[in-house]
T-cell receptor, first 112, second 113 residues
Framework: GENVEQHPSTLSVQEGDSAVIKCTYS??????FPWYKQELGKGPQLIID?????GEKKDQRIAVTLNKTAKHFSLHITETQPEDSAVYFC???????????FGTGTSLTVIP | NAGVTQTPKFQVLKTGQSMTLQCAQD?????MSWYRQDPGMGLRLIHY???????DQGEVPNGYNVSRSTTEDFPLRLLSAAPSQTSVYFC????????????FGSGTRLTVV
């Protein structure tokens, strides 16, 4: 089955700096990659997603890039703010009808 | 819309007790899943359902049962609670399995003593 690895497990950045979280996947058939943000005491919420026919997607300060050849995808947060502090999860799905495989999460702390 | 509603938010059980975690969604999603979240292990799939009357096992199904009698509800039953089932449980739903993101509930924190 699919195996999703996520790095780093913890990340601290100064407010205003950029943060990058990276995930790799093992199955080249994976074709849908969502990113979730989980705030303390809450369930994960989708922040951005990308499909395998797209190399990059951006939504304001958040962007995701996908390298199908290397089988990795990354989350980029620019101009970080304290409210970006949370745990971020990546996920991959092999195809329609399959469940998601999640990374182990990255705890991001933005230092004011 | 309420989205995905989980109850209770917190629960303490004694070893050997049984209980049901409730999950309801009002988005008419066909696909519903239960995950457990443990430190350093991310989200692991327990059971899932692709529609009313259809359920299947995920990665860690042992000790749990599910049923899906309606589109809206997907309860998770712990048959005989064990300390290893201490975790945070999330219910999630989606309109398309594997090709659209999940909507997650706010979770149930379960402690088994």
């Amino acid at each position: 089955g699919e195996n999703v690895e996520q790095h780093p497990s913890t990340l601290s950045v100064q407010e205003g700096d950029s943060a990058v979280i990276k995930c790799t996947y093992s199955d080249s058939a994976s074709n849908y990659f969502p990113w979730y943000k989980q705030e303390l005491g809450k369930g994960p919420q989708l922040i951005i997603d990308i499909r395998s026919n797209v190399g990059e997607k951006k939504d304001q300060r958040i962007a995701v890039t996908l390298n199908k050849t290397a089988k990795h995808f990354s989350l980029h947060i620019t101009e970080t703010q304290p409210e970006d502090s949370a745990v971020y999860f990546c996920a991959a799905s092999i195809k329609a009808g399959n469940q998601f495989y999640f990374g182990t999460g990255t705890s991001l702390t933005v230092i004011p | 819309n309420a989205g995905v509603t989980q109850t209770p938010k917190f629960q303490v059980l004694k070893t050997g007790q049984s209980m049901t975690l409730q999950c309801a969604q009002d988005m008419n999603h066909e696909y519903m899943s239960w995950y457990r979240q443990d430190p350093g292990m991310g989200l692991r799939l327990i059971h899932y359902s692709v529609g009313a009357g259809i359920t299947d096992q995920g990665e860690v199904p042992n000790g749990y049962n599910v049923s899906r009698s309606t589109t809206e509800d997907f309860p998770l039953r712990l048959l005989s609670a064990a300390p290893s089932q201490t975790s945070v449980y999330f219910c999630a739903s989606s309109y398309s399995l594997g090709q659209a993101s999940y909507t997650f509930g706010s979770g149930t924190r379960l402690t088994v003593v």
